[in-house]
């Protein structure tokens, strides 16, 4: 009992505080009671408020869930009052000459430009795009990570919105300015591209936030090492690390959890940290790395990174196989995991894809078989073990009903078999705009357990057929991970937007998740609602107000900051 009377002292203290510093109450009543000097005559006039605050707390030793915020472990949305950002012209102007000065008033090293505004607020591959409104008011383009942690002492100070940028070609409206005409954009692409240090040693290499992962890639592949993620085309370090990224390669390296070492960033207020050295393990304290890696740079600013090298295969195949059904193609994958039979890469394209792939032209051969396909990359130290391994598959995969099988006889064959996976998305983007100029793609992702891998694609597929509605389907099935590319134009956006709201509820009610690599954002905000309950979610935005009390990264992603917030 006395915790819940220290409580609500504590809590009537707070409220007085807040009364107008001018009013003749504050003055002759609560000012004495909020400095800790009380009189009789202080108490008198609040004694109702006082039993009344004491009796609501009471109510907690009954089951009801009255917290006091400032010692509470979780944020409820309801307990926020919305943020306040600069809305002054000329305070905006004022940080902005400020923001310049940092950049040495450098034309090149900032934007008003329409059209970098444009393209730093949408794309035309996203699902969710920014109104005509949503554009932020100024690019920067910052050379190195003290740039960063300057422009974010003036944004704090000023409590000005920031959305950091890298590749762009995120899904689910990580970018979208949605604090109209007080955002600063900054990006990282222009200026902090560059391959810092490759240990080859220890397996590492250093770079900054805005290399893109082909360039990284295309660097350590001369000293026979790869990095471990495979995302989309175009992605760069900064935003695999903000998105959690992984790719097919996932199967054999691991996510983006997985491969980072540390990670430099800038925290709202311009505090520079580094997660850790470079030791692979490390059980000293909290893994800051894994609460920035997936935060969509709504905790701090990535600017530089260690990520892991792998070694190169040296010997690596591509073995493709046609299946009656997904079903029989998903049966096939789970029955390699169960094996023990160790691939690089396991990937299956539905029938439609298969379809789109030989229309678009995008690969040499256009004779594909029409149907479900799985994609394997089998690798080893000589041609025997290859062989052994392809013989294995094959024989598992002709268990499965596979009626063709093919692998790669030289590197040639092995590009253009493994082309097919590559050019899924753009072959469906290609498909659709031949057909419409004015066509949209809506790409997204789930993941589920192995077990209901699929039985979630098949419910999905039958749906998205009964809708007429031209989509496709690819899925990493080494990790139960799909993606659907659904094509629609702007009348059928409602229907494709049920689809797609079934199709992530279908993976959550299987004990997936709504989003195996491609993140949250805004556009599945509800969804981790959905997936995790109210408890987890409060959690995350309690960590956000204890590094962003100001909200100003990346506002609005991953949760609800704002109870004036009335988007789904």
Known sequence: MWRL?????????????????ESRFFNSYAKPLAHGKPSWKSWAPIGGLIIGSAAGASLGLFGWDIRNDEFASVTTLGELESPRYCQDKGKFDEAITKLKEILKNDPECYSISKADLDSHSDSYFGTHHATEEQRPRIVLFPHNTQDVSEILKICHEYSIPVIPFSGGTSLEGHFLPTRIGCTVMVDLSKYMNKILQLDKLDLDVEVQAGVPWEDLNDYLNEQNLLFGCDPGPGAQIGGCIANSCSGTNAYRYGTMKENVVNITAVLADGTIIKTKKRPRKSSAGYNLNGLLIGSEGTLAVVTEATVKCHVRPVKETVAVGSFPSV???AACTSRIIQEGIQLNAMELLDDNMMQ???????????????APTLFFKIGGRNDNIISEVVGEVKRIA???????????????EKLELWEARKVALWSVINEGKAKDSNINVWTTDVAVPLSQFSKVIEATKKELKDSGLQSAIVGHAGDGNFHSFILYNNQERSKTSKIVDNMVQRAIDAEGTCTGEHGVGIGKRKFLLEELGEAPVDLMRRLKMAMDPKRILNPDKIFKIDPEDREE
């Open 398 to 412: 002709e268990k499965h009903g596979c009626h063709k099988f093919e692998f790669a006889k030289d590197d040639d």
């Open 5 to 21: 009377n220290v409580g609500c002292s504590q809590a009537l203290k707070r409220s007085v505080r807040r009364l107008p510093k």
């Open 356 to 370: 789109i792939v030989n229309k678009s032209g995008a690969t040499y051969k256009t004779d594909w078989v029409e």
């Open 327 to 329: 079903g029989a193609a």
